[in-house]
C-alpha cells in the first residue's frame, strides 16, 4: 500500500532563514506521481508541484526547490530565505496507479516563519 | 479563474441530524473527492466519483455517503451526523487522468463541522 511520512510535525524558523520540508514515500509501483501542497490559513489548499516517478531532475522555482531522489523514496521541499507568507501548512502527496488520481497524502507539517 | 466552491465555510450541527455538504467545480472535471482533514492525520479520502452518478469508496467511507446527479456538483451526505464526524471537510476536483498522466486536484475551501 502506498504511504506518505512526514515526519516534521511543525517547524519554526526566523524571516530570511531557508528551511527544508521532508517527504518520504512508499509504494510498490513503479509508475507514479508526487505532489506538494500549500495550505494557507484560508484553508483551501494550493497546488505546488507535480513530479512523475521517472523525472529525477531537481525542480526551482523561484525561493522554491524540490529535490526528488528515488534511491531514497523522497521528495523534499526547500524554501530559501524564507518569508512570513510562506507561514502554511504544507503537504506531500503520492497519487497511486490505477486510481483515476487518487491521492495519497501525508499527515503535513506547520510551517511558522517568524518575522 | 477555476473555482471549486463549497456550499458552506462553517457549520454547526447536532447529532443524529442528517448533513448535507454540498460542491461545485466550475472547470468540467469528471473526477471529484470529498477528504476529511484531522490534525496529525493529513487527508483522507471519503469519496471519489469519475463520472456522473459513479462513485467508489475512499479510505474512510464509514458513516457517510455520496451523491452525484450533475457532473459539475458533488455532494456529501452525514446520514446520523455523530460527534467523531466533527471535522474540516474538503472537496476537490480534477480531469480524467489519460495513460500515465496525472493532474493535480484543484480544492475548495473546505467546510468546518462541528457535531454537538
Known amino acids: 500500500a502506498q504511504k506518505v511520512t512526514q515526519a516534521q510535525t511543525e517547524i519554526s524558523v526566523v524571516e530570511k532563514e531557508d528551511v527544508t520540508l521532508d517527504c518520504v514515500y512508499e509504494t510498490r509501483d513503479t509508475t507514479y506521481y508526487l505532489f506538494w501542497y500549500k495550505q494557507p490559513p484560508s484553508g483551501e489548499l494550493v497546488f505546488l508541484i507535480r513530479r512523475n516517478s521517472f523525472d529525477e531532475q531537481n525542480e526551482i522555482s523561484g525561493r522554491y526547490s524540490w529535490n526528488f531522489q528515488k534511491s531514497t523514496s523522497s521528495f523534499n521541499f526547500t524554501i530559501t530565505a524564507s518569508q512570513v507568507v510562506d507561514s502554511a501548512v504544507y503537504f506531500c502527496?503520492?497519487?497511486?496507479?490505477?486510481?483515476?488520481?487518487?491521492?495519497?497524502f501525508g499527515a503535513g507539517t506547520i510551517l511558522r516563519v517568524k518575522s | 479563474d477555476v473555482k471549486v466552491t463549497q456550499s458552506s465555510r462553517y457549520l454547526v450541527k447536532r447529532t443524529g441530524e442528517k448533513v448535507f455538504l454540498e460542491c461545485v467545480q466550475d472547470?468540467?472535471?469528471?473526477?471529484m473527492f470529498w477528504y476529511r482533514q484531522d490534525p496529525g492525520l493529513g487527508l483522507r479520502l471519503i469519496y471519489f466519483s469519475y463520472d456522473v452518478k459513479m462513485k467508489e469508496k475512499g479510505d474512510i467511507p464509514e458513516g457517510y455517503s455520496v451523491s452525484r446527479e450533475k457532473k459539475e456538483r458533488f455532494s456529501l451526505i452525514l446520514e446520523s451526523a455523530s460527534t467523531n464526524q466533527t471535522s474540516m471537510y474538503l472537496c476537490?476536483?480534477?480531469?480524467?487522468?489519460?495513460?500515465?498522466?496525472?493532474?493535480?486536484?484543484?480544492f475548495g475551501p473546505g467546510t468546518r463541522l462541528t457535531v454537538l
Open positions: 502527496a503520492l497519487s497511486e496507479y490505477p486510481g483515476g488520481n487518487k491521492l495519497v
Open positions: 476537490a476536483s480534477s480531469p480524467r487522468a489519460s495513460g500515465s498522466s496525472y493532474n493535480e486536484q484543484f
Open positions: 472547470m468540467d472535471h469528471e473526477n
